[in-house]
């Protein structure tokens, strides 16, 4: 090996033990400021969005879609939408929650950013959250049909009247959670 290449080498591994180092000092520190009036630096922000990013696009990858959103989908998903997730994301004529307005990060509003994601990434987000983003899963409390109905909504958004997301009610979640309790319970269970 020649000696350009050797005190480059070393000079690579030197400049990568030194970034461990102050990177360990940071996190031991508490030296980064995790408060959530305090933006991120850039560097971080495009860090922790990239990664989140790349990771929902290869977690969601051998996720099917059903064929087609029908408008009775996009109904029921409008419901169980305005009740869990227009707090955070708003409506279409609809801002979000005031607390939501100083989440970090804050949540996008749905009604531009379902543009930029592929059904079966809005399902695996819906499905199992983001870490320390505040966005929850709703997997463990909501079956795949209920979630897919979200995602038609969601995907829905971006051409949607305004005059159209005012006509949905949130209680269409409540009714169906309320009808769904009642076949259960009128259903017999085989053991």
């Known amino acids: 090996m020649n000696a350009t290449l050797k005190g ?12 461990i180092v102050v990177a360990l000092i940071v996190i031991l520190t508490g030296g980064y400021n995790v408060a959530a009036t305090d933006r991120h630096n850039p560097i971080v922000s495009w860090a922790l969005t990239t990664t989140m990013n790349n990771s929902v696009r290869r977690q969601a990858a051998g996720i099917e879609p059903p064929a087609e959103f029908t408008s009775a989908m996009v109904a029921a998903g409008a419901g169980e939408y305005k009740a869990m997730c227009s707090h955070c994301h708003g409506g279409i004529g609809q801002s979000r ?12 509003p749905l009604a531009e950013a379902a543009r930029e994601w592929d059904p079966k990434d809005v399902f695996w987000l819906v499905k199992h959250g983001v870490k320390m983003s505040g966005m929850p899963a709703f997997g463990p409390t ?23 997301y005012a006509g949905y009610s949130s209680d269409h979640a409540e009714e169906m959670h309320d009808h769904q309790a009642h076949e259960e319970s009128d259903t017999p269970h085989h053991h």
């Open 8 to 19: 480059a080498l070393l000079g690579a591994a030197t400049l990568f033990i030194l970034l």
């Open 142 to 164: 909501h079956d795949d049909k209920t979630i897919w109905n979200i995602v038609a909504f969601v995907k829905a958004l971006p051409e949607m009247p305004a005059e159209q």
């Open 97 to 108: 929650a005031e607390w939501a307005e100083v989440m970090l990060p804050k949540p996008p």
